[in-house]
């Protein structure tokens, strides 16, 4: 696992140099324990989101259930490739649900075509997109700011009606328009066999679930989930390499100042459409991972409003930073599920020991942002974010250590912050 | 000849909301250089300012004297409205009638309010801050407006019909000596573009004929400039901010008759004002105007059959491919000056 055998001692070479070899799987010390930290939390969700028994009234704020265990991660993947683009470049795409959209729709052709053996759906839904980001990217990129958000929303509104309307024509049906794609018994499956009728990984079907109940805990740890978290954490180890490398280091000279980065001669282009290619193959591996789960693609999928979830998740968790996205797309999924499913009634049980004015004023104040409101709860926390905590939840986590330490300890505290924030990053 | 006609007239009233939302954009970009995500927020907004004076209008109590019995024998109480016992039954009825006009003069001082509002709590904060956080937090503030509408009126459609004076259609076809039933026109369409006609040749008469105007002009020149001249440039920018969102809820009142207002019309038309400001130039309040008009009788054209089955579903992809040909043939719009907005 580590690269000791041709350590050399500390005084024989640079600092820096010592920095660079003095890694693991090539990532710094920190970097390797905040992988760690994500490979615990990914292995380990049944247990951690499943924190209260099954039969008691905590239960609903359970989250260890497969389907929504499956949306943390894929979400998370999509937040992850969003990041290399937005946080490390500042390029700030309003158009990303499309190439998720396109995802999709690739993986169920390949059930439709091949079979149901997700591998073939994953791969050609990362191919896809990329060639269809290349594209945009291609297109988008000879503009930057504004004009480029703009851009890049209008491609995806052009996908989304294209797939809504055009291309589920009889002659020519790819998409399936409102219906949604989704595989039918007449579909050829050529490489089907007798194999699972339903999405698996070499037999393994996606949806199998073992369950283990410890008293009255029931704990589900289920196939799907754990492909989808292996991938994720692929993904997030490679998306620390990258941050960590000289490509890395290039694309935030861009966010820093193009401007300058052209005048010393460097064409950025090059580098932005990279990113923008790499973060559209993740946000195609998300949308192959969610039609693998569940082999219907509709092109909802595309609509500006999912693009503007995905910025959501990473403003939220916070922009630029490595840990950021993935916090703020299970944030953002386990919130939706959880408020989403509080109604009156519920309101009313939590309350009960108020007072009956008392209960029924709360209630009336609280019923508006939960259940249906769940989006105006999202646009206020999104605003609040946005103006106080530009940097997301990790800042808001930073600042709060911050505060901790001054009082513990004292002195020290800039180092200390400094450290946090290099960490985070 | 006659079909050619009728589409230009039938992108007339969408090309005018577009042009009107688009104008409202470019001057708060020419202005506060701040991009406002929740723009098509305020048109939805004034379009829920028509639909609340309405039910204001329909409120009624009993009757305290019956008007008869029913088949049992019970007495019956009518119905009667607020409106007819402030105003008179007549007056009362007419103004029930003309909610919709009506409404422009509430809406006029509760848009200035909510663009004030806006400008001073919110964006604000935000002139220093980058184009993406701008984007950002206006788009979090167009969520919660609308899903604050959701909430109050429901997610359905609420028609809110014109005037009975205006309904029914205008039959161009024999004003100008065609053949009758050829060309023919909705009043209130008619009505709608003649309104943004009269409102936008207010606001460009306002920019330069008045002495406000023209600071407001100069400051969108050279800001700095301007307030060094011992001018108060923000005051002036804010309320500027307040005629734009004006500007769009005007947009929104009168859009009512033609497509009952719902939650997230706004968002429907944000996004194609954005195209439509691009199109037109950044901050080129002509560039605005032109390029809704004409993207709006653009998309009608392509919703005839005929284009339809040449390319199909252009009518729905047009409005975004002459927007992508724009900007990478003429990456400043069709009117854009040099220097404005420029990255």
């Not at chain 1, 000289?246 to 950025?268: C, D, E, H, I, W």
Request: glycine fraction near 10%; include cysteine; charge should be neutral.
């Amino acid at each position: 696992m580590t690269d000791r055998t041709d350590y050399t001692p500390a005084a024989a070479t640079p600092p820096s140099r010592r920095a660079a070899r003095d890694t693991i799987l090539g990532l710094t010390k920190q970097d390797f324990s905040l992988l760690l930290v994500v490979i615990a939390l990914a292995m380990l969700a049944p247990f951690l989101l499943n924190p209260f028994p099954s039969n008691s009234a905590m239960a609903q704020f359970n989250a260890g259930y497969p389907d929504l265990m499956q949306r943390f991660v894929i979400f998370g993947i999509f937040a992850i490739g969003f990041n290399i683009l937005f946080g490390l470049t500042g390029y700030l795409s309003f158009g990303h649900a499309a190439f998720l959209g396109v995802g999709s729709y690739s993986c169920v052709w390949m059930f439709k075509l091949l079979g149901y053996n997700v591998l073939p759906g994953i791969l050609l839904s990362i191919v896809v997109s990329g060639l269809f980001a290349l594209l945009i990217g291609y297109v988008s990129l000879r503009r930057s700011g504004i004009y480029f958000s703009i851009l890049t929303l209008a491609f995806a509104q052009m996908s989304f009606a294209l797939a809504y309307s055009v291309l589920s024509n009889p002659a020519f049906n790819l998409t399936n328009g409102e219906t949604g794609l989704q595989v039918y018994t007449s579909d050829p499956q050529w490489l089907q066999g007798d194999g699972p009728r339903a999405p698996h990984l070499f037999g393994l079907a996606m949806r199998e679930t073992e369950t283990l109940s410890i008293g009255a805990w029931n704990f589900q740890f289920n196939a799907g989930y754990y492909l989808c978290a292996v991938i994720m954490v692929v993904c997030f180890y490679l998306s620390v390499r990258l941050f960590r490398s000289p490509f890395g280091m290039m694309l935030r000279a861009v966010k820093s100042n193009q401007q300058r980065l052209n005048y010393t001669g460097v064409n950025a282009r090059p580098y932005t459409l990279a990113a923008f290619v790499i973060s559209g193959m993740y946000a195609g591996l998300a949308g192959g991972l969610l039609s693998a789960m569940d082999p219907l693609a509709g092109a909802e999928r595309m609509q500006w409003t999912a693009s503007g979830e995905v910025v959501l998740m990473t403003i939220l968790g916070g922009a630029g930073t490595l840990i950021g996205p993935v916090l703020g797309a299970g944030f953002i999924k386990y919130f939706e599920n959880i408020f989403s499913k509080i109604n009156e009634s519920t309101l009313h049980a939590w309350f009960s020991f108020l007072p009956d004015g008392l209960e029924d004023a709360l209630v009336a104040i609280v019923y508006p942002f939960v259940g249906k409101g769940w989006h105006l709860t999202l646009g206020l926390l999104f605003m609040l974010v946005v103006i106080f905590l530009p940097g997301g939840l990790v800042q808001g986590g930073n600042k709060m250590a911050t505060i901790f330490r001054r009082d513990r300890k004292g002195g020290g505290v800039e180092d200390d912050a400094a450290t946090q924030r290099q960490a985070g990053e | 000849m006659e079909a050619f006609l009728l589409q230009i007239l039938n992108g007339l009233d969408k090309g005018s909301a577009y042009a009107l939302i688009a104008l409202g954009l470019t001057l708060i970009f020419g202005t506060l250089g701040v991009v406002n995500f929740a723009h098509g927020a305020l048109f939805m907004l004034g379009a829920f300012v028509a639909v609340t004076l309405s039910r204001l209008l329909q409120l009624s109590h009993k009757a305290s004297e019956p008007s008869g019995t029913d088949f049992l024998g019970n007495p019956r109480y009518d119905d009667v409205l607020y409106v007819e016992d402030i105003f008179g039954p007549e007056l009362g009825q007419a103004l029930l009638d003309w909610a919709v006009p009506v409404s422009i003069l509430v809406a006029i001082p509760v848009m200035l309010l909510i663009g004030f509002v806006m400008e001073r709590g919110l964006i604000k904060h935000f002139y220093k801050r980058p184009h993406a956080d701008q984007i950002l937090v206006t788009f979090g503030l167009a969520i919660v407006l609308q899903e604050v509408i959701k909430y109050f009126y429901g997610a359905n459609p609420i028609p809110t019909p014109a005037p009975d004076a205006f309904r029914g259609s205008f039959d161009f076809g024999v004003l100008l000596g065609f053949d009758p039933n050829t060309i023919i026109y909705p009043y209130w369409r008619l009505v709608y573009f003649v309104f943004a006609a009269i409102i936008i040749a207010a606001v460009f008469a306002f920019l330069q004929f008045t002495t406000f105007g023209m600071v407001v002009r100069a400051g969108m020149a050279d800001r700095e400039t301007v307030g060094l001249l011992g001018i108060d440039i923000d005051r002036r920018f804010t309320i500027m901010f307040g005629i734009a969102a004006a500007v769009a809820g005007l947009a929104g009142v009168m859009y009512t008759p033609i497509n009952p207002p719902n939650y997230h019309m706004g968002m429907d038309f944000l996004v194609l004002s954005f195209v439509v400001v691009v199109v037109g130039g950044m901050g080129s309040l002509p560039g605005a105007v032109l390029a809704g008009f004409l993207l709006g009788i653009l998309e009608s054209f392509a919703s005839t059959t005929w284009a339809t089955t040449a390319v199909p579903g252009i009518n729905q992809i047009i409005i975004y491919l002459v927007a992508i040909v724009v900007l990478l043939t003429r990456p400043r719009g069709l009117m854009g000056r040099r220097g404005v907005m420029e990255e």
